[in-house]
């Protein structure tokens, strides 16, 4: 159940043909600091409409273009191509968490798509690529059941009725400041909130600590970052290795997680982030 201290849970693979625009997503996504499994799970995470989730910066063709080609020459040196002796695309390999795969599925298939087919469109808006255009997504409720979801804000309110004091209203506090987490487990995860008979809300955290363990809550590195802290403030046994997360934080966000800590940490100035 504990996730590791250091880097973050490892991610099933998955394959799909992409052809030569695989190559040329390397460097793209490595002049926006990403590799190219973080760059197509952030493109994902856009088509699935995931709260708080907006379209990715692209970078300019030309930051990227000349090291994309150096390496086509090298590949071509080689004897590497996208394409095998029988004519078939090879398929290229990235990480991508159970759920996200799963729903991509029922969302491209809602459009009549392959799942490959909405990647390969994605990749090739990302690399802007000539007259290409981002997949039309189709509304969330045509392919995901809302029936159990809950209202943010209703669903925020019931959590922090039940979760007053001690550690756990530190890490609700840290999640309802960040906002995301919150938001994402009322319209996509409502599995982790359980309603006792006298009808108050609760986070189960322990079920969403294996949820995390197990990879299923792919997020940006510093949405990854505030949920990990989140868990080890609450769940026992759930450590992060601070100095491998902070980096990923911005200003705002690096505050509140000080304050979450101090609070945790019986801080008499501190006081749980609202």
């Known amino acids: 159940m504990t996730p590791p ?5 490892a991610l099933p693979l998955r394959q799909a043909r992409i052809g030569d625009d695989w190559y040329d997503l390397e460097h793209a996504a490595k002049a926006v600091g990403n590799d190219r499994s973080t760059q197509i799970r952030q493109l994902i995470a856009w088509y699935l409409r995931q709260p708080g989730v907006e379209l990715p910066e692209r970078p300019p063709v030309k930051a990227w273009q000349a090291a994309a080609q150096a390496a086509a020459k090298e590949r071509a040196k080689a004897g590497v191509w996208s394409v095998t002796e029988e004519g078939h695309t090879k398929q290229s390999k990235f990480r991508v968490s159970d759920d996200d795969w799963e729903a991509l599925a029922q969302a491209a298939r809602t459009m009549g798509l392959e799942r490959a087919e909405v990647v390969r469109q994605l990749i090739a808006w990302f690399l802007r690529r000539r007259r290409a255009l981002l997949p039309e997504r ?36 840290l999640l309802t400041e960040h906002g995301h987490w919150l938001e994402r487990i009322a319209v996509h995860h409502p599995q982790f909130v359980v309603t006792g008979q006298d009808a108050v809300m609760r986070l189960d955290w322990a079920a969403l600590a294996k949820a995390y363990g197990r990879g299923d809550l792919a997020a940006t ?7 990990r802290i989140a868990l080890s403030i609450q769940v026992p046994d759930a450590g992060v290795s601070l100095g491998s997360v902070l980096p990923a934080l911005d ?13 945790a940490a019986g801080h008499p100035d501190a006081a749980p982030p609202t």
């Open 138 to 173: 189709p509304p969330l409720e045509a392919w995901f059941d809302t029936s159990a979801s809950y209202d943010p804000q209703e669903l925020t309110a019931g959590l922090q009725q039940h979760a007053r004091e001690g550690t756990e209203a530190v890490a609700l506090g």
């Open 221 to 227: 590195p510093a949405q990854d970052a505030v949920l």
């Open 251 to 263: 200003r705002a966000t690096t505050a509140a997680v000080l304050r979450a800590i101090a609070a």
């Open 5 to 9: 201290t250091g880097a973050r849970p």
